[in-house]
């Protein structure tokens, strides 16, 4: 008989069952932050949603480290918010968009164990939305829906269902469903018991909604065509078998949705419980040889970030680990798995924008903010005990192009250990080919805030200024020696070899001249990212 059995839930087992480790992906405005901001309010991190509204009242949500981001007023950072519910323990990962759409945006997608696909009630699918469900998908990460802004005009709900189906084909399964139209919003039936809570908005929205049970008799009488168009569609939906799935939703081909508006706190408490219900826990994860790593063995952690300059003061670099095993304790000498090397934790942070704690431990699911972390890079493996090493974190399909030079002759020792360095750290990708020869290589981003990183930090950290000089790129392909020796000197395409992993990457000035390439060369290998690297 094993201790296991006396013993069912090791400590460690129970603190990870606890944890739900997420992020909101959506495209600018459709209100991530409005959201965050909302979700920390139910968990009563925040005492009064309306207290920070406004980008220039976002203070306490956004970091502010960098000179740069400072100067532009945005985040560059992924802030990590971490607060208990109930029983269970949330971190919400921020995935930067907008101008401060990067890299990193996609890497936080690593780091969780679901995502919250926000989508706008008149906007519905909008491609940054879709850019970050492609990542997902391609990691396996299961996605709640949540429709915002229900409080005012949009789309109809069934709609809008039918554009994820047809569009991502994704099945929704709703979970809630409103009664009224957008912007004459009633209340939201719960579509597994059909329980209906009516909501009062108060006026701003700067205090919870108020919420009322009102029994479905009552509700007929008083909410008309509106209670009896609602029930409609729910028996619509009963009939195309629309029930919740979890099998689906985990597999990713399925996803719950809720209705609500974050701005008036309408269904955030309810995507809260949702989460807490549906959403996986911290599961096993697969190390580099595909073995998953039981959530009980000995800590294992990666990197799934490395952001500099956090202090203006001191060249830091602070790493966001997120536990996979184990428990974390501040003072643990790690190991860096691969260099070997020790890393000590003496002052592991917990993050959250600009405030930073100490923190004493952590489990599963958890972030843990490392500082002095200059050896680190994403996707590096911290652990103890015997050696254990997760996969590599991929590199996703860079959209912006720019040649990178000295700008001063004097400094191209600097310029190279710069360019090697942000390289190194995947703070851009690196592109070379034998064409433009090694003096002027071209950096790659999937955001252009990128490209003012590695301007900035060269200059700043290296001490060697640089001129960018954009290319007319806009899409890459993975493509093989074959297909770089075929697409060699035609117009509008270019082919370069990633120094990071050697890949070859085919790039097209247009999404339609990759078309016109591959109508002609249909067997040549262009595959996409991230799903194909
Ligand atoms: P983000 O760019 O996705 O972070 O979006 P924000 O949270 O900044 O929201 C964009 C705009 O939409 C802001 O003016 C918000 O006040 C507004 N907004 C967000 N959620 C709602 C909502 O539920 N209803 C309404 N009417 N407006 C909202």
């Known amino acids: 008989m094993t201790a296991a059995a006396d013993q069912p839930t090791s400590p460690v087992l129970a603190e990870a069952a606890r944890r739900r480790t997420f992020a909101v992906i959506s495209h600018p405005d459709a209100g991530k932050s409005t959201l965050t901001e909302a979700l920390a309010l139910h968990a009563e991190v925040i005492d009064s949603a309306g207290a920070v509204h406004g980008k220039s009242g976002r203070r ?3 970091s502010d480290w960098m000179e740069m981001e400072r100067k532009r007023g945005i985040s560059i950072t992924s802030a990590v918010l971490e607060f208990t519910y109930g029983d269970a323990v949330i971190n919400l990962l921020d995935t930067p968009g907008h101008g ?16 919250v696909m926000l989508l706008d009630a008149a906007k519905g699918l909008e491609p940054q939305t879709l850019k970050l469900f492609d990542v997902c998908r391609s990691r396996g990460v299961p996605v709640l829906t949540f429709v915002n802004k229900w409080d005012r005009p949009g789309r109809e709900a069934l709609e809008l269902l039918d554009e994820v189906e047809q569009r991502i084909g994704l099945r929704p399964m709703p979970v809630t469903w409103p009664v009224g139209f957008a912007g004459d919003l009633r209340g939201l039936v719960e579509v597994a018991t059909g329980d209906f809570t009516r909501f009062r908005r108060t006026a701003g929205g700067a205090t919870r909604a108020e919420a009322e049970h009102v029994p479905a008799e009552r509700a007929a009488a008083e909410e008309g065509a509106a209670w009896s168009t609602a029930q409609d569609e729910l028996a619509l939906l009963t009939e195309i078998g629309a029930g919740f799935d979890e099998k689906d939703f985990l597999a990713g081909t399925a996803t719950p949705v809720l209705f609500g508006a974050a701005l008036s706190n309408i269904g955030v408490a309810r995507l809260l419980d949702a989460l807490v219900a549906l959403a996986p826990g911290p599961g096993e994860r697969d190390d580099v040889d595909g073995r998953p790593r039981p959530l009980d063995a000995p800590f294992s952690g990666f990197v799934f970030k490395v952001q500099a300059g956090m202090d203006p003061s001191h060249r830091d670099r602070m790493a966001f680990m997120r536990v996979c095993s184990g428990r974390f304790e501040r003072g643990m000498v790690l190991t860096h798995a691969a260099t070997g090397k020790p890393f000590a934790t003496k002052y592991a942070q917990a993050v959250f924008g600009q405030q930073r704690t100490t923190l004493d431990e952590a489990y599963p699911g958890d972030i843990v903010g490392l500082v002095n972390a200059g050896a680190l890079r994403p996707g590096d493996t911290l652990h103890d005990g015997p050696r254990v090493e997760f996969p590599p974190i991929p590199s996703f399909a860079p959209e912006h192009f720019a040649v990178v030079r000295s700008a001063d002759s004097g400094k191209h020792k600097q310029f190279r250990r710069g360019i090697d360095q942000l390289d190194g750290e995947g703070v851009v990708q690196v592109l070379r080919s034998d064409l433009r020869g090694d003096q002027a290589p071209v950096l790659a981003a999937v955001g252009p805030l990128q490209f003012e990183v590695a301007t900035h930090r060269l200059e700043s950290e290296f001490h060697a200024p640089v001129t960018l000089e954009p290319l007319g790129y806009s899409v890459a392909r993975v493509t093989d020696a074959e297909g770089a020796a075929t697409l060699q000197g035609q117009s509008e ?13 085919a790039v097209f000035a247009h999404p339609w001249r990759l078309e016109s390439v591959r109508r002609r060369y249909p067997d040549l290998r262009l595959d996409a990212m991230p799903a194909g690297t």
Do not use: H, I, K, P
């Not at 395409?493 to 990457?505: K, M, P, Q």
């Open 60 to 62: 306490g949500v956004t």
């Open 100 to 115: 401060d759409f990067s890299e990193d945006t996609y890497r936080v997608l690593a780091a969780v164990d679901a995502a």
């Open 493 to 505: 395409v270019e082919v370069f070899t990633r120094r990071s992993d050697g890949a070859l990457l």
